[in-house]
């Protein structure tokens, strides 16, 4: 089946799907898509921010489609600078890649590395009758650290990946296997609702 995901990340857009191609779901993104509006964003929550892309993006292409997104919560951090939604846009400016590890960084040195934790959103439009949401537990990533000290390996559209530590043993997930990275996203729970929801 084809499947637009409402994305122009194509790091996002890869990693969902690698992680999508054993249901046999052939994904595509807003990147192959012509005319791309922008969506509003205004939710208070990952679900409502999910959920307002999604029906937008079926209004505008009458497709089946989804869309995903996500809040970052750091543990011990004064709730002035929690990200929350705002994972690019802390403080309301928004930050490219380098942007983000210096910013996250600077928290994480002035802070001491901090304990975080993605909150991931998804809204499933096959049609007007056929919307599925979900925010479960199951698609948050797992506690991780958020480190000062950046990896050497940079990813483009994931940077605040070259931050990040197992909360475990301090190993950053660059220098562990690809299923220990999928962690920070939760793709296992993202693939289980796909494969309920679509009866793949």
Do not use: W
Not at 21 to 47: K, N, T, Y
Not at 77 to 84: A, I, M, R, S, V
Not at 144 to 162: K, M, N, Q
């Amino acid at each position: 089946m084809r499947l637009l995901f409402a994305t122009t990340n194509p790091a996002k857009y890869t990693a969902m799907r690698d992680a999508l191609q054993p249901l046999g779901i052939c994904l595509v993104s807003l990147r192959d898509m012509e005319q791309v509006p922008a969506a509003p964003e205004e939710g208070s929550s990952p679900l409502e921010n999910a959920r307002q892309k999604a029906l937008f993006y079926y209004d505008h292409y009458g497709m089946p489609l989804f869309s995903c997104d996500s809040g970052l919560y750091l543990e011990g951090l004064p709730q002035e600078l929690q990200p929350g939604l705002h994972v690019r846009s802390p403080q309301g400016v928004y930050l490219d890649d380098q942007a983000m590890m210096d910013y996250y960084g600077g928290l994480a040195d002035r802070y001491g590395d901090l304990t975080a934790r993605y909150r991931n959103a998804v809204c499933l439009v096959l049609d007007r009758e056929h919307i599925y949401e979900s925010m479960e537990e199951s698609l948050a990533s797992r506690r991780f650290l958020l480190t000062a000290r950046p990896h050497a390996v940079r990813r483009p559209g994931f940077p605040l990946d070259s931050l990040s530590r197992r909360l475990e043993d301090g190993a950053y997930y660059y220098d562990v296997n690809a299923h220990d990275a999928d962690e920070l996203v939760g793709y296992e729970g993202f693939v289980e609702f796909f494969r309920e929801k679509m009866a793949l």
